[in-house]
């Protein structure tokens, strides 16, 4: 991949002799592995002390408990409001509840809320209850697959599919409308990628996934807890709910990082960080270059990643505003759905090399 170093920009520099963002409207086609793994070798070499920041962070099941608690409480103190009320309340309060704790379901799926996957599977659960579409356990089978194969045609569920691309990815209307409707989008393509890969892009390669256990555990906690909820409460407090979940993960600040994470600005860089002040009522998730080359630290050590490295992240191009990243991708023509650098799968058939 392209060399990666330049002075440190963000989306709210101006053009007082900065440099503005220059995203592709196509695919940036690389070859060769992430920029990740060749970023943790070189800062494991020079320094070592890294890999004290790995382990665990009890305290993300400690804020998972306390704001699954948060959210129901909202959601039955609201249930006698107006309705005006519920939808504010649940995009300004519900919703960065609510992202904050897929963040934290996010942490359980790296295993680095407890020592014993057993636990960080059941917090899992517990994460997604007031998200009301159980989806946990298979988000952590996907993301796992992301991080392995990141920017992977038809192997990273980060990636949109071609017909989301096709039918909302190159105008205002329809990337304003796919932010909107981002949660459906991602379960849709996530189920997708589950059971197959297109046998006419990979010969002979159905994936098919096994519907575990844990699965099952998901559904059944979820669908039973708030069906209980809503007989108890009714259909205002579980709006509420719905309104936190869809605004938390599509159209708000903090749902503007599923695009500033991976969608390629600058042509030579394939991840992106941001340091700003929303990280804190996000679990440092910001920290994502940092994150994607140390998947082993939990959100609360990504900040002395960047410290102790600093001259490998310094020079990355990064984000200083979620709100500016949401604008920008809306009204840029140049940004699409395709401003990604993609490599091909690794799982496509060798090419025979000329003679």
Known sequence: MGKEEGPAISLLDSPKGYEVINPSPDYIFVEGVQSHWKRKKLIAKDFPEVYQYAGIDYWSGVWTVLIVLGLYLSAYLVSDSSWWFV????YVFGATASHSLWVLIHEFTHDLG???????????????IPHLVPSSITFADKHKQHHSYLNETYDDPDLPLPIEDTIFGHSTIGKFIW????????????????FYSPPSIVPDTIRIRSFHYWVL???????SINLAFYYFFGFKAMFFLFVSFVAGLGLHPLGARWVAEHYAIF????????????????????????????????????????????????????????????????????????????RESHRLPKKPKSQ
């Open 87 to 90: 939808v504010i309340t649940a």
């Open 114 to 128: 407890f020592k014993s996957k057993f636990w960080n599977k059941v917090f899992l659960l517990i994460g997604n």
């Open 179 to 194: 932010m909107l409707a981002f949660p459906l989008s991602m379960v849709i393509r996530q189920a997708l990628n589950q």
């Open 217 to 223: 555990a998901n559904w059944i906690v979820n669908i």
């Open 267 to 342: 042509p030579d860089q394939e991840t992106y960080s941001y340091y700003g002040i929303l990280n804190l009522v996000s679990f440092n998730i910001g920290y994502h270059n940092e994150h994607h080359d140390f998947p082993t630290v939990p959100w609360s050590k990504l900040p002395q990643v960047k410290k102790v490295a600093p001259k490998y992240y310094d020079t990355l191009h990064t984000h200083d505003s979620y709100l500016r990243v949401l604008w920008d991708f809306i009204t840029n023509p140049n940004f699409t759905l395709r401003t990604r650098v993609v």
